[in-house]
């Protein structure tokens, strides 16, 4: 089951913005398009049961990158306050349609691809350069800008950066199988069976999956298919996909070309980074002539609408992958003359009868493009049970309280990433490949193998604490501009209702400052994680004050009154590796990394 979204009425308020409507919903959240002194933000709330470190991490990453190309930060707090059950990002709002939306629509030419792809490229170089993977490069992570087409890469809740812990126990890291690069596939194969293997994957990972989405944007197909799992993933490993511009003919052999070494079966053979891509797609747009003006796909009209026979409409669409795929908008049907005698009436219109014959072909046609755009619409659940092990989801948290009302689970796994809503579903080619589960064998058996490991550990151990890690970019400078001082210690709380014994998880965490910091008023709240090993550690990394200002921030929880060091004390009644009791008031210490 998937966990309850927050499903809000227009006018609410979260943390200073106020709510106008959803934009889109996911397998973890949900994202609004709210104001705030007459500016739009995207506004998107993950349910902290079961996000767990991942809203921090997505954080943590976007403070790292500022580029026009990657959708911006613009804060982070916990929501609602007192009792929080959503981590809240607060995002830029880009105003217009995901990449492949925008492709069906537009049918867009090659030098329009060309810039977009390059904008992704941009956005990548400087991801990489910051130490950061997406790690879910895809269509639906792209958005296209409708005011002057510029494309912005987004959602980064699955990335990863040097020195991030894993999310996963798995042995491929979170992602979308249909994007995955061979060596990952390798990996995969020849680790299946070892306890404790893990595929780190690399920018290599990343270039391979824009590879695909530039194929995709020039053919309208994926390089890649296959009757079962075991097809597909073999595929991936050694077939040399088809050149774009044999695929279809209106592909300038130059973009061709710098697809197609995006697709290098291995690392060392791939276009060697983000960086020479961009070169890549620079060079060969200035050598663009007329012919890169032409759209990429056959255009809906009058002629693709009532007019092919029975057999020649069921011989184009059986034998699709070997026709350009139409794109763009449809051109309307026109009303069909009434026979004579037929009536209308306001709900209905009487048309001339078909044949049983014909009405079978359309109706067959018709329900397996349905199950086409309902596959299209799952995505893989890149969650801490994940697909690779086809492990059930553990039931979520509690309902969410009146202001958030919890909506019923009735969807399988859906990926983290949060998907744009669009007025109507948007046509999609019947070449498209819907995206696989890819839940094999191998699969399993990878689950099984992790299984008997664990049964195989031993019992009970000293965790040890956590191990070093950097602050949050801009977090000492933010800390020093209000007058923090690093090294010394305040007074913080879980809530203001006394001190007293309470039970804490380990996940994201939300203090109170209980005097006043610098220039900011007790009250103030900060974020971050607890972490629960022999103690129970605590790294704050962002602030926001109760006017909403908020701001990176980089504060080591210690015990209050206590002088063992970092954590608090763990009290007896709890001995889970995951779960603690611990005192309601601590000390924070202001801290250039964490130790």
Known sequence: MRPPPAILSPGVQVLGYTVERQLGQ??????????????????KLLHLPRVGERAEREVSILLK??????????????????EPRFAVIVMEYVDGRRLDVWADEENPT??????????????????????VLHRDVKEANVMVRASDGLAKLLDFGIGDYTGARGLTADILPPGTPEYRAPEAWRYFRQHARVPGARYVAGTPDDLWALGIVLYWLLTGRKP??????????????????????????????????????????????RTPSALAVVAELEEVLRGADAAWDVPLCDAFGEDTATTESEQDSFEKWRNRPRHRPRRGMRAPLEASPLPAGATTTPETTV??????????????????????????????????????????????????????VALPATLQEVAATVTTQTPETPFLPLSSKPVRKVRSVMTRAAGAAACTALMACPGSQVRPPPPPEPCPVGAVKAMTDRGIEMGDKYIAAFDFTGARIMSVSEGPAQFLLAEDVGDLPGGTAVSGRLIVRDRVYGRLTWATTKQGDSFPVCLEVYEEGGSRGRGMLREPGDDSPSSARVFTTVRVKAVREFE
């Open 26 to 43: 996911g397998g973890f959240g949900t994202v609004y398009l709210a104001r705030n002194a007459g500016q739009p933000f995207a506004l």
């Open 65 to 82: 990158l500022r580029h026009p190309n990657v959708v911006g930060l613009q804060g982070y707090g916990l929501w609602p306050p007192g």
């Open 110 to 131: 090659a030098r329009q691809v060309a810039h977009g792809v390059l904008d992704v490229a941009r956005a990548l170089a400087t991801t990489h350069a910051a130490g």
């Open 224 to 269: 890649f298919d296959g009757a079962s799992d075991t097809e597909f993933i073999e595929a991936v490993i050694t077939q040399t996909p088809s050149p774009p511009c044999e695929v279809n003919e209106r592909v300038p052999r130059a973009l061709s070309d710098v697809c197609l070494r995006l697709l290098e079966k291995t690392p060392e053979a």
């Open 351 to 404: 048309k001339p009868r078909r044949s049983l014959r014909a009405w079978a072909v359309v109706m067959t046609i018709l329900a397996l493009i349905t199950v086409g755009v309902l596959l299209l619409r799952q995505e893989v659940a890149p969650t801490d049970k994940s697909p690779q092990s086809e492990r059930a989801a553990v039931p979520s948290g509690p309902e969410a309280t009146a202001a958030a």
